[in-house]
């Protein structure tokens, strides 16, 4: 089992940035995929990033490719996202996720995460 805390949201205007980090307690993140995932008031949680246990893969949502950057650091049980030129449609809470995924496809669909963080919140405005 894996706890997560996020941290590092907050309110900035259209075309700033902000970075996100997830501190993972328990059983260490090298032992786990991880994905950041948002959620907008009336919407459905979607997948916006996601990393392997090693941190060599990644996979970005249509929306956010090219702006964000998912990392990790196995050493420190830290993931973050690097969210650039944010647009006010990235409003939403933020949660991070944690699972041990073996299929690639996976990676960014939210009914494949048992292991959530509470979130936190980003605006742009």
């Known amino acids: 089992h894996v706890q997560l805390v996020e941290s590092g949201g907050g309110s900035v205007q259209a075309g700033g940035a902000l970075r996100l980090s997830c501190a993972a307690s328990?059983?260490?993140?090298?032992?786990?995929?991880m994905g950041w995932f948002r959620q907008a008031p009336g919407k459905e949680r979607e997948g916006v990033a996601a990393?392997?246990?090693?941190?060599?893969?990644?996979r970005y949502s249509d929306s956010v490719q090219g702006r964000f950057t998912i990392s990790k650091d196995n050493k420190k049980n830290t993931l973050y996202l690097q969210m650039d030129s944010l647009k006010p449609e990235d409003t939403a809470m933020y949660y991070c996720?944690?699972?041990?995924?073996?299929?690639?496809?996976?990676?960014?669909?939210?009914?494949?995460?048992?292991?959530w963080g509470q979130g936190t919140q980003v605006t742009v405005s």
């Open positions: 328990g059983y260490g993140a090298s032992r786990y995929c």
């Open positions: 990393i392997t246990m090693t941190g060599g893969g990644t």
């Open positions: 996720a944690a699972e041990r995924l073996t299929n690639w496809y996976l990676l960014l669909k939210p009914t494949s995460y048992k292991n």
